[in-house]
């Protein structure tokens, strides 16, 4: 396991640009000519299986060894996900939000596939310490992909894509342009990004004290077992905090906004 977490969230930010170009532009963006405008990450996410090798606990681990603590629980009825998020004591630090599968709520067939794939992997390598960038432990074919993507997106991408964060998160308070969620969204508009429109561009808002907007994932090839297919990759989040009444930013997540949020890496 890490011993450092900006050491780990730079590994995990390497790994995420190279299959999201968009993050990479949008970042520099945001941050100016002379990246003058240090860029504050709200949270990052991580989805997987909750089979005893993949579960989120031990996902979680890796943060908890860190110093996070687990604060938040979400549950998604639809799409099937339990979810949790964690805090850094040291608030300049990411919130991490992990969501795993109830494979067991899957068809039959697609418990199958998913049970396969996790067959393929090492018990071990959960606790190494690239293990939160290592993408996949498995290889799919193009036809089980296919069987996941028709009954939950989120089975496929895990099934092309493994363990790696799904996307990061700019904290719009911390910006130095503005610290509005809709001129952040025109900015991106008009730089030529596409966002995610489900449930609106903009998710939430102060009334729940946190709205947020995505891009839709970028495409990127992955190595399945028959061919290479070009692929929905990950996206870039935009969240704005808001003050609770007791005068400080809210700190959790929104599960009606997380849920459209999660269909940034569906196939347009
Ligand atoms: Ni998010």
Redesign the pocket.
Known sequence: MHTDVDTLFARLWDKYVAITPSAHKIHQLLAGEEKSNEIVN????FRTFNLEKTSLDKLAAHFLALGYEAKGNYDFEAKKLDAKHFEHPDKTKPKV?ISELRVGELSKRAQEIIGDLVKQMDPASVNSENFLYSGPQWKVSKADYETLLNESEYAAWLAAWGFQA??F?VSVNYLQQTQSLADVNTLLKDAGFVLNTSGGEIKGGEDVFLA?S?TMADKASVEMTDETVTVPSCFY?F?QRYEMPDGNLYQG?VAAS?DK?FESTNAR
């Open positions: 709200d949270h990052v996410a939000f799904n996307h998160t947020q995505s989040e969240a997540f997380a949020i």
